[in-house]
């Protein structure tokens, strides 16, 4: 049977999350576009249906408001006709000095990329086993995979999506549920622009390709590129914290 093509995009007005949703439009997604900046969002839909004549519809959401995420994966089925996957890929990266006065930003940066996303995959989660099919879709990062100086709330977000994406996976093994998870590198968005290094960017679009191909194919996990990042992921449990010290 051919796997259904409607899905929840969350962090759609910018970035990742827009360009993503033209490359799923482009290879026929029907998409519901979720984020707080609905006038961004309303022009994305507006520019899918006239270029790719998919169904876009528009949905407010905070992500830290956790009642409204599970709401969202309701109003996205209705909307959609069904929901067959969501992409947990909303996120901030607020960085600073561990105890240098930024605990509000810690706990923000938590707040929105782990407990926000995990609010949106559980309720999608839900409903996937109830109707027996489903794909849940995170964007993490290669900054999860050890953590970074001055980047920790950031790196620790992110370990802790990738976490909760292993044990989902290992859960939901032979229950016709898929998951993908994405860890991208540097790629150039609003997000990572004040950066005075990014190492191996890539342009948005190149980005967002790659990512649209992992889901469609629903690979279950994929550094983004995958040179040298899948490398790099790899090694970065290992190297000596006096290497990580000087990133
Ligand atoms: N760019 C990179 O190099 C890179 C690398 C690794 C991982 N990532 C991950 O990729 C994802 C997308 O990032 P990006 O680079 O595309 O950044 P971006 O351009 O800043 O976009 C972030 C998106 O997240 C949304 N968002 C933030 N807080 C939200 C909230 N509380 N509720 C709902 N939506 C929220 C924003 O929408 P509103 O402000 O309109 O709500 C926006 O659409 C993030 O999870 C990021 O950690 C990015």
């Known amino acids: 049977m051919a796997q259904g093509k409607r899905y929840l995009l969350t962090g759609a007005s910018s970035g990742i999350g827009a360009a993503l949703a033209r490359e799923l439009a482009s290879k026929g997604y029907d998409v519901a576009l979720a984020a707080r900046r609905t006038d961004s969002l309303h022009l994305l839909a ?18 830290t408001d956790y009642d409204a995420c ?29 105890g240098g006065g930024h605990f509000k930003r810690v706990r923000l940066t938590l707040e929105t990329n782990l407990i926000g996303s995990i609010a949106c995959l559980d309720a999608a989660c839900a409903l996937f086993r109830q109707q027996g099919h489903g794909h849940l879709v995170a964007i993490a990062s290669v900054a999860g995979k050890r ?22 996976r290992a859960e939901l093994l032979g229950k016709n549920i898929d998951t993908t998870l994405l860890l991208p590198g540097f790629i150039d968005t609003p997000l990572n622009r004040d950066m005075s290094k990014r190492p191996f960017l890539i342009d948005v679009e190149r980005g967002a390709a790659l990512l649209a191909k992992h889901i469609d194919k629903r690979h279950s996990s994929a550094y983004v590129p995958s040179w040298p990042w899948a490398i790099i992921g790899r090694l970065l449990p290992f190297l000596p914290t006096s290497m990580i010290a000087k990133f």
């Open 147 to 168: 953590g970074l100086p001055h980047s920790a709330g950031y790196s620790a977000s992110k370990a802790g999506l990738i976490s909760y994406m292993e044990a989902t």
């Open 70 to 98: 599970h709401d969202a994966i309701g109003l996205a089925a209705n909307a959609l006709g069904g929901l067959d996957g969501v992409i947990a890929n909303a996120g901030i990266a607020l960085t600073g000095k561990a």
């Open 46 to 63: 507006a520019e899918l249906q006239a270029r790719f004549g998919r169904k876009a519809i528009v949905l407010p959401l905070d992500i």
